[in-house]
């Protein structure tokens, strides 16, 4: 967009004329006169203390004691010390009187109150009606907006459903009987409704998901229409608010479907975010498709809230950042979209919701050029901010809604830590215009968008983790339903052994089955006996002799040329995941993302350690330590990550130099075999990868006592993994070498919910982490330790969620939790559940109906902490619930059993946080986030105790275990000189 000299002065104009009538009033929170005006001067002064006071009034409203309050406050502000005289002061202040418990308490929290009074109107109809009565006598619209959105299961949506019918009845009445007012009730083409209700679609579906387009439309549709009925019999509008980016598409289309099924119903508008690159065509669509359907639709343009979350999330993905890099672009992408608008009113109901006087001006100065009359668009302001500029505009004509939020202070926090941002932000109008008094002129320059230099993805290291699917892409969808069906038309595969160069098909078969459907043969795989064993490992002895001699570079290329092929065929590889080992959507995608990124990382570690490193300063002589590959090695891979792991086990030994014999899962052979598939398609050469499959006490065993083996590596369970050390430990007679092992072997992983805890980011990951492919992952959570008074609510709400989760076969994408692998494991699944029966209270056991082998979770609560259900890893979506006094008690209690690979701690307090790390002792930690889904690279996975023994996968020192670690010394004095002092 250009700016023309008259344009600027129009824009000057009007915005000379808001600041006039504005006079020396500032927004109520700026006012330093007052308490709040003062703190939050100190946070504007001090960024350090301003992440430390918001985040501690994050956490306040869920504390059950006033006796946690002072505590709590300590812990965060001692770590904000800084600053100004007056702020070390302040704080000392507020420190002192922290030690006053029984006061400090109830004081604190009612001074956070004061500060959500600010923004939010109430708690519900009746304790708000008071100020919307006000408001309307103030000649101000409203739109209502009801706090507590987040929904984790089926149950809170409905009651959120019921909250807002309740609200509609409680209302409707009320605002019918006042008096009309010209311009609150009508626009430039006739009477609007006089009030309007914002909806999250989030808040109507706890499983709204992008990667089940259709059921989540459908769902969300469904669960939305008693209120959508109801405001449009009480005579209220509708507006959809934009939430997190991955929604938008499916937002936009879930709107759409509302307008074309609701033709009567002629007030229903939707939020765009100007702070999005791609609104524009969002707009411009929402337009020529109102055109089309003939109707007008509202548009509230509003610049975004959740730039920092969009910016971090999609880099941590490695998608394309969806926002403008800087605060000038999007002010610069508001003004162009707020020309649009007004250009369309036939189509669209202009609305701005902004409080930034030049985004206003440039508003009043389109629409004066246009001709339309001031009741053809209106303002909208959120409530408890830039009262004076909203003074201002209604002094000169225009309409102006309230955004005005509704609900406890608990789910509200959220939007009360948003504002908070918002008014203290660097690149806040109303902070430059009211606290830094920013002159007019500043303010009122167009904006001028700066060079983006922000980084995208790649970090310091060099390495890049593989980005996940993005399933919100309509083409990503019809991507993998394709590949679905493609995959399943070439059943059943067949898989031969790979022994040197020969494919050796065997008169025994082992079939892979589909554990949805068993009766499906998805492969059939040979079996191979001690004479294929015998061959395998001479081959490998053989091929080994050049292998270890071909440069670092060359092997570090073969795994690169891989990891193409593997993304070329990523689709398909994801597909017969789901078929053969009963993937959802996403979890396949997992799997396949990290296998690229083992390749990928692999290769790039050993080039690193590839290099020869010259110890030392020791004249007259060189000293060199370099690594040479041990020599031929076993993989024994798993089936439950049937791609991933045998190929980050494969893949570190062949790039150290070793020649590999991979014996997979017999539950999951063809996928091993589309590895070995890969290597050979990038012209590995013969023998230095083998694929045998068979029986694990055969074929398995014959290969883990072989004097030809040099080290095994082995993911699975404890009891083979045990079995393998004890084999492994036997040295034969002719046996060269002690064989190295490197075994992981599950774990009893649990996470600590404490009283300071999230509980809708703790709900949902427990959730993830439990029952994420079906509860059948090393790290997945089987115990949860809830601290003190949130036992109930929390096991409700867990409860709850499991309930809501759709079950049922994983091609269909709406099915979050598909069949466990096998009968052998559904068998033992089912004697747990009924176990655990008897040693805890029953709070779900859900039944799940079908062909395959479905098991619905199960959820335990007050088993004693070394009972069976406690200490025995389970392998299945079975959930202990357990009680802890305290954070120590917790801590004991979660390292109360044998095994050390995951845990997790959902915690606001940074003591607890802090000794959690101290103590909690297992391989990897993970502080309010689900514990699965560790990253190549960045998580580096592995644990300890009887989890494992080995280094961490992932990690910068895994491929040392297949190397011999060698140092030569040279004299280099040679009859009186060296060559390093000749010149």
């Not at 019921?162 to 009845?169: C, G, K, S, T, Y």
């Not at 339309?372 to 309409?399: C, D, H, S, T, W």
């Not at 045990?722 to 992981?744: D, F, S, W």
């Not at 980011?761 to 959570?781: T, Y």
Request: aromatic share 8%.
């Amino acid at each position: 967009m250009t700016y023309g000299k008259n344009r600027e002065d129009e824009i000057r104009r009007y915005g000379a004329r808001i600041y006039s009538l504005m006079g020396a009033e500032a927004p109520s929170l700026f006012r330093m006169s007052r308490w709040r005006g003062r703190l939050l001067e100190w946070a504007m002064r001090d960024e350090a203390f301003k992440a430390q006071l918001f985040r501690f009034i994050d956490v306040l409203p869920c504390l059950k004691s006033d006796d946690q309050v002072p505590v709590l406050l300590r812990e965060y502000l001692e770590e904000a010390r800084g600053g100004s005289v007056a702020l070390k002061q302040g704080l000392d202040r507020i420190l002192r009187l922290s030690d006053f418990t029984g006061l400090a308490g109830p004081l604190i929290r009612a001074g956070v109150e004061s500060i959500a009074g600010e923004f939010i109107l109430g708690r519900d109809a009746h304790d708000g009606w008071n100020s919307l009565n006000r408001l309307h006598a103030d000649g101000l619209a409203f739109s209502l907006d009801l706090l507590g959105e987040e929904v984790v299961s089926e149950k809170e949506a409905r009651q959120l459903v019921d909250r807002h019918l309740e609200l509609i009845a409680s209302l409707a009445p009320r605002v019918v009987a006042w008096p009309e007012n010209p311009i609150l009730d009508r626009d430039n083409q006739g009477p609007i409704p006089r009030w309007d209700l914002s909806l999250k679609v989030s808040s109507f579906y706890s499983q709204l998901d992008s990667i089940d387009w259709e059921g989540a439309i459908e769902h969300a549709i469904h669960a939305a229409l008693p209120v959508l009925d109801a405001a449009q019999k009480a005579g209220a509008s509708i507006t959809l608010d934009m939430e997190r980016y991955e929604l938008k598409n499916l937002t936009i289309a879930l709107f759409k479907r509302i307008v074309e099924e609701r033709p009567k119903f002629a007030f229903i508008g939707l939020a765009l975010q100007a702070y999005l690159t791609d609104t524009k065509d969002d707009l411009i669509g929402i337009i020529q498709w109102a055109r089309r359907n003939q109707r007008r639709v509202t548009v509230r343009l509003v610049k975004g809230a959740y730039w920092d979350y969009e910016t971090v999330v999609n880099r941590r993905r490695g998608w394309p950042i969806p926002v403008f890099r800087g605060k000038e672009k999007t002010d610069l992408s508001y003004e162009e979209l707020t020309r649009v608008l007004l250009e369309n009113g036939d189509a669209a109901r202009p609305a701005f919701g902004t409080h930034n006087v030049r985004s206003i001006s440039s508003a009043l100065a389109v629409a004066e050029s246009l001709g339309l009359p001031p009741e053809a668009f209106e303002f909208q302001m959120i409530y408890g901010m830039a009262e004076p500029v909203r003074k201002a505009l209604q002094r000169m004509g225009y309409r102006i809604r309230v955004y005005a939020p509704l609900g406890e202070l608990i789910p509200g926090m959220g939007y009360l830590i948003r504002r908070l941002l918002e008014n203290t932000s660097n690149e806040s109008f109303l902070r430059k215009s009211f606290f830094e008094k920013t002159p007019f002129d500043e303010l009122m320059k167009p904006p001028a968008p700066h060079e983006d230099k922000m980084q995208q993805t790649a970090p310091q290291d060099g390495f890049t983790n593989d980005p996940p699917v993005d399933f919100s892409r309509t083409e990503n969808r019809r991507a993998m339903t394709a590949a679905l069906t493609k995959v399943k038309d070439r059943f059943p595969e067949k898989c031969p052994l790979l022994v040197g160069s020969e494919e050796v098909w065997t008169d025994d078969k082992i079939f892979s089955r589909n554990p949805a459907l068993p009766d499906e043969v998805v492969g059939v795989a040979g079996s191979a006996n001690r004479s294929h064993v015998e061959k395998a490992v001479e081959q490998a002895r053989s091929s080994w002799e050049v292998w270890r001699r071909t440069p670092v570079s060359e092997r570090a290329a073969y795994l690169i040329e891989a990891s193409q092929e593997m993304a070329a065929r990523r689709f398909d590889l994801m597909a017969l995941e789901v078929y053969e080992v009963g993937k959802t959507w996403r979890e396949a995608d997992g799997d396949v993302a990290e296998a690229i990124d083992y390749l990928r990382f692999y290769a790039s570690e050993m080039i690193r350690l590839g290099t020869p490193m010259r110890l030392g300063s020791y004249p007259g002589e060189e000293n060199l330590y370099f690594y040479e590959p041990q020599g031929v090695g076993v993989v024994i891979s798993p089936w439950n990550f049937p791609l991933a792991i045998p190929t980050g086990m494969v893949s570190a030994a062949l790039v150290a130099g070793n020649c590999v014999i991979l014996k997979p899962s017999g539950l999951a052979p063809i996928l091993g075999w589309q590895l070995v598939e890969i290597f050979r398609r990038v012209g590995l050469p013969d023998g230095v990868l083998q694929f045998l499959t068979g029986p694990g006490h055969e074929v398995g065993e014959a290969l883990v006592s072989h004097s030809g083996i040099d080290f095994v590596v082995f993911t699975g369970s404890k009891n083979v993994g045990l079995r393998i050390v004890q084999l492994a430990g036997e040295t034969l007679p002719g046996q060269r070498n002690v064989k190295r092992v490197i075994a992981e072997m599950g774990g009893k992983n649990a996470i600590i919910i404490d009283e300071t805890a999230d509980l809708d980011e703790a709900v949902k990951g427990v959730l993830q982490s439990a029952l994420s492919f079906q509860g059948q992952k090393c790290s997945a959570c089987s115990r949860v330790i809830v601290v003190g008074e949130r036992f109930d609510e929390f096991a409700g709400r867990l409860g709850d969620a499991m309930e809501s989760l759709h079950i049922g076969p994983p091609e269909s994408p709406e099915n979050a939790m598909g069949p466990v692998v096998n009968e052998a494991a559904f068998d033992k699944i089912k004697k747990a559940i009924e176990q655990a029966r008897t040693e805890g209270r029953m709070l779900l056991a859900r039944e799940v109906n079908g062909p395959g082998y479905f098991v619905g979770p199960a959820l335990v609560a007050d088993v004693d902490a070394d009972s069976h259900t406690a200490q025995e890893e389970i392998f299945g979506p079975v959930v202990a619930l357990m009680r802890a006094s305290d954070i120590d008690a917790a801590i004991e209690l979660a390292n109360r059993t044998r095994y050390a690979l995951t845990g997790g701690i959902f915690s606001r307090s940074p003591a607890h946080v802090r000794k959690a790390c101290r103590e909690f002792r297992v391989g990897n930690l993970y502080i309010n986030r689900g514990i699965t889904g560790a990253l190549v690279g960045r998580q580096p996975f592995g644990g300890f105790g009887i989890s494992g023994v080995g280094s961490k996968a992932g990690g910068p020192d895994y491929l040392l275990q297949f190397m011999h670690p060698r140092s030569i010394s040279e004299n280099t004095l040679r009859r009186g000189f060296a060559p390093e002092f000749t010149k």
